[in-house]
Each structure stands twice: as C-alpha cells, then as structure tokens.
C-alpha cells in the first residue's frame, strides 16, 4: 500500500475511535455517502495515437455528519485506481476549515464532478486550477456574496520526507449583482501564490489532456520548469442563468517567477493562460442549481441537457526557454446528457480538437474524442 494510503487509514481510525467513546461524543452523526462514474472513451488520432478505451473514473465513499456541536467532519476516499487515495478529510465549523479540503479557485473547481455539465472539467481549470490540499480555510458570505481564503500546503500523496513542502495562499471573491427566482448572474475572481516544493531544481509542470481522461497522453506540455521562485495566479469567473438557459465562462493567467542563478544565463519568466466559454439547455423547465458561489445538484429527473464548450489553452508563451511541447489547444465540445434522475444521469460528449506545438517541431494535430459516462452518486 502506498504511504497515502497509509495515511487514508489515519482518519478512518480517528472516526471509528471517536464512535466507541461514549459521553463527549454522544452527539456525533454519520451519513455515509459516494459516487461512481464508469466512463467509455473512443478516439480519432490524428498524429499521437491517444488509445480507446474505458475506466472507472471516480469510486468514492465518504462518511460526514457532525463531530460534537459546533463542528462538523469529513471523510472521503477514492478507490477508482486500485488503491485507496484521501480526497477530502477535513474538520469544520461555521467559518473555519482545517485538514485535506479544496482551495478556493474556480467556478468549475469548486463545483463538484457530479454537477459539472460537461464530463470533464475545461482544459484550462484543469490545468491551472489546485485541487485539494492540506490547509487552513476561512469562508463567509452574505445574501448575494461569498469569501473565502486558504493556506495550504501539499496534497497528501506527493509529500515528500526530508524536504520543505511547496506552500501557497489563495482568495475568492463571488457576487451576485443581480438574482430573482428564475435566475441570477454570477461574478467571482480570485487568485493566489504558491511556491513550489523545495527540491534541488524547485520545478512546476504544465500540461493537459484533450478534455479526455481515459488516456494519459497530453499533446501540450511545458515539460518541467525549473528554478521556479513563486507562482502567481489570476482567475475572473462569470455565469449567467435564466430558467433552464445557463452560460458560463472563465479566464485564468499564470506567471511563473523564476529565479535568477547566472548573471550571464538569466532565467526567463513565463507567463500562460486559457479561458472557455459555454452554454446549456435543460428541458422540462429545469434550472440549473446554485449555492454557495458553485453549482449543485439540479432537481431535473427525466430531462435532457444539450451543451456546447469552447476551450482554448495557451502553454507556448517564452515556450523556446523551457523545453518540452509548449503549444496551443483549442477544444470545441458539444454534450448531451439525460437525467433519470437527480443523482443518475448518462452523458455523451464529442470533442474536436486542434493542437499547435512550437518548442519540438512536433506537428499540428487535429483528433476527436467521443465519450461516455454513467455518473451516479448517493448520500
């Protein structure tokens, strides 16, 4: 077993340790929860062969409920991969938030896999967006708003003993200028600082799937960056929805701060961004739902959704400085997915892609994806 998983068993004991102890914690509660998605992959390769194919995409089991009063827990892990991997494992109350959580940036990050529209998540948030992380988060809100921010350190499986792990500190901000009962705009920005891990060459890596996650290939890469200082991030999110129309769209920039070691071989910086856009249709007078500054689950059950995304990622700035593919990708979606009900649904993607690379010589590409989930959850 790997040692993340070893450290998947740590609050797994906690929780089965605090059950048997009577008194103090009489008033603690369990729901158990999860979700599964079974997706199906065909690819049209055009240059690199990319590989067809299925996987299990997400197998999660979680337990919540509240601690004692005044706190609440979570515990959450995924057994997609073989072994068994720590998503989220966190304490919180009504502000704070300690353990294992997800940093506070993107609309499309901070909206759960089970109510994205599309099955994947854009390039660009994938690409640039922290996932979860160990850490310390503040989050309020009002009527119409939402504030949240975070220190945080690694992910729990790439820690790595007897070296200073990577910290960063993010921030986001969500507004509602305008909301009635059919629908609402949505405003939201945020940023952070991150340094990476404190190893020799102190590298980041950025790099992007073609919106597919049955293959592991990626045909833009910056390969790894080295004598990394900090990473500076920028993101602006907007979402608009009236009834069962909704558009959303988010822009995210990048600049990579790199140290200077030779006076005379000074390293460059490097700057990236993407941003996509998309629209959607729900039928039956469904609406997309919304809370907390992200999406939720819709009440939709025996209901289509038709979808279309525009995604553009652009990792070939100052690309001659760093080796790798560098390049440009840009992802025209279309989506349809059928809701039986609000927890189970099928969705079917096409994808058409189209690849620039300049640092290798590699040559323009253009595959297609066309995809398949099942995606059903419970709790």
Do not use: C
Request: proline residues 3%; negative net charge; hydrophobic residues 40%.
């Amino acid at each position: 077993m790997s040692s993340f998983g070893k450290f998947s068993l740590v609050p797994a004991a906690a929780v089965m340790a605090m059950v048997a102890v009577p008194g103090a914690q009489a008033e603690m509660t369990a729901n158990i929860g999860g979700r599964l998605h079974l997706d199906l992959a065909e690819y049209s390769s055009d240059v690199t062969e990319l590989g067809s194919g299925s996987e299990i995409r997400r197998a999660y089991l979680n337990v919540d409920g509240q601690l004692v009063e005044g706190w609440d827990y979570k515990v959450q892990v995924d057994f997609a991969d073989g072994d068994v991997e720590v998503k989220d494992a966190y304490l919180k109350n009504n502000w704070l938030t300690i353990g294992q959580f997800k940093v506070p940036q993107a609309l499309e990050a901070m909206t759960s896999d089970n109510y994205i529209t599309f099955i994947e998540r854009s390039q660009v948030v994938d690409a640039f967006a922290v996932d979860r992380r160990i850490g310390a988060g503040a989050g309020f809100s009002g009527d119409n708003w939402t504030g949240d921010v975070a220190v945080f350190g690694q992910n729990a499986r790439v820690q790595d003993g007897g070296k200073d792990e990577g910290m960063g500190v993010s921030g986001r901000f969500t507004y509602l200028p305008w909301k009635t009962d059919n629908g609402f705009l949505h405003l939201g920005v945020w940023g952070s600082f991150e340094e990476p891990q404190n190893t020799v060459e102190e590298v980041v890596r950025y790099r992007a799937r073609p919106e597919s996650h049955v293959t592991s290939v990626r045909l833009i890469d910056t390969s790894t960056i080295d004598n990394v200082n900090d990473i500076m991030k920028l993101g602006l999110e907007g979402a608009w929805v009236m009834d069962s129309i909704a558009v959303q769209g988010e822009y995210i920039q990048t600049d990579v701060n790199r140290k200077t070691t030779d006076v005379l071989d000074p390293k460059v910086d490097v700057d990236f961004d993407g941003y996509y856009v998309q629209a959607s249709y729900l039928t039956g007078g469904n609406s997309r739902a919304y809370k907390g500054g992200a999406f939720g689950r819709t009440k939709a059950s025996d209901a289509w959704e038709f979808a279309i995304r525009y995604s553009t990622l652009d990792l070939a700035e100052q690309a001659g400085v760093i080796g790798g593919r560098g390049g440009e990708q840009t992802i025209i979606t279309l989506g349809v997915n059928y809701y039986v009900s609000p927890n189970l649904r099928f969705m079917a993607n096409y994808a058409d892609v189209e690849t620039k690379n300049y640092n290798d010589g590699s040559p323009e590409e253009s595959p297609s994806v066309l995809q398949f989930r099942v995606s059903y959850d419970f709790k």
